[in-house]
């Protein structure tokens, strides 16, 4: 008992709790062990398509090792490789695959962790420049973001993000200091960042106010933009040379850009889905982006400059992005995720001139965010798939070999069948499974077994038929 006691008087003390209650580092390690509960969900929810695409270019990175040529468990006859982003992500789960095996929690824990890391030195990035109350306000409006909906999910979005605020806030560090070990990290956190993820890049603009400003040296100003150039000419040496070159050599293709002036157009053409993306999307609330506004209001009442540059800096930037997306941004609700660390930081500062007390403030915010931090905790309990696929992987094993190649129902590119039944080769459309004159071509390519979901495709095929059940079912072509 006495240990016990101990234990209380030193870590549950009425002190100490009001001690705890005032570091956001608590209050993240809190919301850390919050996403923990669902961390082991399998990937069927409504992102179950990009989750699984990622999962499957992991395990075969794991066997492959080869970065430069990441592949999918789909697009058989080009061996898989497709032209997508630099696995930074996909290796740190894939590692995780070679300590604790396969399971279903590896990709969304190394997402949450990098991800929460990435919410504090956010905090820092924030106070270091603003103080401790716009970067209390920041945080709390920043973890009620989407973001936190996709740190929650095997994808490289939230991330990418992560790694730039890092390396936004580990440069800033430099420049003030001079210590080397914050140079290695922001090279190192900016290209990872950028490579997985290009559009994260306007989180750089936070550390424009640093270049006009006399009191750092020269030499740690060149040598910071020495680092972020590296880490800029890898982004760009994959996303304008390599990936062309692997889309050109394969033919699967990931990333599909227009022109900014198709951009534009379809931008005119779809701008209130455009809008909704940020006054719901962003944060499942309007709230929010009110906030922000506010906050904008007192930039340009202040005649705040440097903090204008950030603004206009990133957000034209951002806009740039969504021209490229064509008519991608405007129909997916998470590639608004780059610019929720703006709006969260201009919430913040409105919050923080309102003339109340700190806790009155964060508790109030807390409350206003209360859509965001229920809609992204629950995003991985809304399942989108069926749970018919949990068990497709045991029915395969049973007729197919690991090396042998099947064919899934599941529609052009899309892998989460695939990935489910643990095997590799083509994932068709139904009229195409059904193209019997199509099949010695497939053979001759590795085909051996055809496997229907019997949900998408009730109908019998005309093969010889292998196994049946009430979700499956197994042919020979």
């Known amino acids: 008992m006495r240990p016990l006691l101990e234990f209380r008087q030193i870590f549950l003390s009425p002190e100490r709790i009001r001690e705890w209650w005032r570091k956001p580092g608590f209050w993240i390690f809190v919301f850390f062990l919050g996403g923990l509960v669902v961390i082991n969900k399998p990937p069927l929810d409504d992102h179950a398509w990009r989750q699984t695409l990622t999962l499957s270019i992991s395990e075969n990175l794991l066997e492959t090792g080869d970065l430069l040529h990441p592949r999918t468990d789909i ?15 996909n290796g740190l789960v894939a590692g995780t695959y070679a300590l604790f095996g396969v399971h279903d929690w590896n990709g969304r824990l190394v997402s949450w962790i990098f991800s ?22 920041a945080l709390v409006v920043f973890m009620s973001s989407i973001t936190y909906q996709f740190a929650l999910k ?45 559009p994260s890049v306007i989180m750089l603009a936070f550390l424009l106010p640093a270049l006009p400003d006399r009191s750092i040296p020269v030499f740690r100003k060149v040598s910071g933009l020495i680092a972020l150039g590296i880490a800029a000419g890898a982004a760009v040496w994959w996303m304008f040379v390599w990936m062309p070159h692997l889309l050109e050599t394969y033919r699967n293709q990931l990333i599909w ?17 455009t809008f909704r993306r940020f006054y719901y999307f962003a944060f499942s609330s309007p709230v929010p982006l009110v906030l922000a506004l506010g906050g904008l209001i007192l930039l340009l009442d202040g005649r705040r400059y440097m903090d204008l540059a950030i603004f206009f800096g990133s957000s034209f930037v951002f806009f740039l992005f969504i021209l490229k997306t064509g008519n991608v941004f405007a129909t997916h609700n998470y590639y608004v995720i780059p610019y929720t660390p ?15 007390p700190v806790a009155v403030r964060t508790g109030w915010l807390v409350v206003l965010m209360i859509p965001g931090f229920f809609v992204n905790f629950r995003a991985p309990l809304r399942q989108m798939e069926g749970t018919h696929y949990l068990r497709l992987g045991e029915v395969v094993d049973r007729y197919v070999k690991p090396e042998e190649k099947i064919m899934v129902n599941k529609g052009n590119f899309n892998p989460t069948m695939m990935y489910f039944a643990g095997r590799q080769g083509w994932t068709v459309n139904e009229d195409e499974a059904r193209q019997t004159t199509w099949m ?19 109908e019998p095929f005309p093969y010889e038929l292998v196994h049946e059940d009430e979700d499956f079912r197994i042919y020979r072509p």
Not at 180 to 195: D, K, R
Not at 259 to 271: N, T
């Open 440 to 458: 010695p071509d497939f053979r001759k390519q590795g085909l051996r077994y055809i496997v229907i979901d019997r949900h998408i495709s009730p």
């Open 75 to 89: 697009g058989r006859e080009t061996e898989g490789i497709i032209a997508g982003e630099f696995p930074v992500f």
């Open 257 to 273: 850009p227009v022109s900014l002036s198709e951009g534009w157009r379809i931008f005119l053409d779809m701008k209130q889905e």
């Open 154 to 198: 095997a994808m490289p979005d939230a991330f990418a993000l992560s790694m730039v605020v890092t390396g936004t806030w580990a440069m800033s560090r430099y420049w003030q200091t001079g210590r080397v070990w914050l140079w290695v990290l922001a090279l190192v956190t900016v290209s990872a960042g950028l490579l997985s993820k290009v």
């Open 342 to 356: 703006v709006m969260a930081w201009l919430a913040g500062v409105l919050v923080a001139a309102i003339p109340r």
């Open 116 to 137: 929460c890391i990435g919410l504090w030195f956010f905090y820092r990035l924030m106070r270091d420049r603003y103080g401790d109350q716009v970067a209390l306000f």
